[in-house]
Nanobody, 130 residues
Framework: QVQLVESGGGSVQAGGSLRLSCAAS????????MAWFRQVPGKEREGVAS???????LYADSVKGRFTVSRDIAKKTFYLEMDDLKPEDTGMYYC???????????WGLGLLQENDFDYWGQGTQVTVSS
């Protein structure tokens, strides 16, 4: 059973930074593809960024150059570093994991797909004020 626990959300002004953490087992962090999604009420969940266990990364166009994913196997944690935050980054952020990770179509489109990930955390709220 893969368990994911997010933390690090909060309220910040535009231009600020936050780092989200996703705690998991060492096995998960070392071997699974992991990703961050976000959702605002009334909208579909949106893929933000992911990395495979081999180090390949995929970012949404809206966050490229501002967000960075990383993982620390020793600390059993997957991170999302968010810089230069904008009000449109506001949402509930979810950590996700999957044994295989993004599908070929996702890589081809450069677009993370929710149904490519089997395991999900409960989410952490990020609010960016202008």
């Amino acid at each position: 059973q893969v368990q994911l626990v997010e933390s690090g959300g909060g309220s910040v002004q535009a231009g600020g930074s936050l780092r989200l953490s996703c705690a998991a087992s060492a096995h998960t962090v070392e071997n699974y593809a992991m990703a961050w999604f976000r959702q605002v009420p009334g909208k579909e969940r949106e893929g933000v960024a992911s990395s495979t266990n081999g180090g390949s990364t995929l970012y949404a166009d809206s966050v490229k150059g501002r967000f960075t994913v990383s993982r620390d196997i020793a600390k059993k944690t997957f991170y999302l570093e968010m810089d230069d935050l904008k009000p449109e980054d506001t949402g509930m952020y979810y950590c996700a994991a999957d044994a295989e990770g993004p599908s070929p179509s996702a890589w081809g489109l450069g677009l993370l797909q929710e149904n490519d990930f089997d395991y999900w955390g409960q989410g952490t709220q990020v609010t960016v004020s202008s």
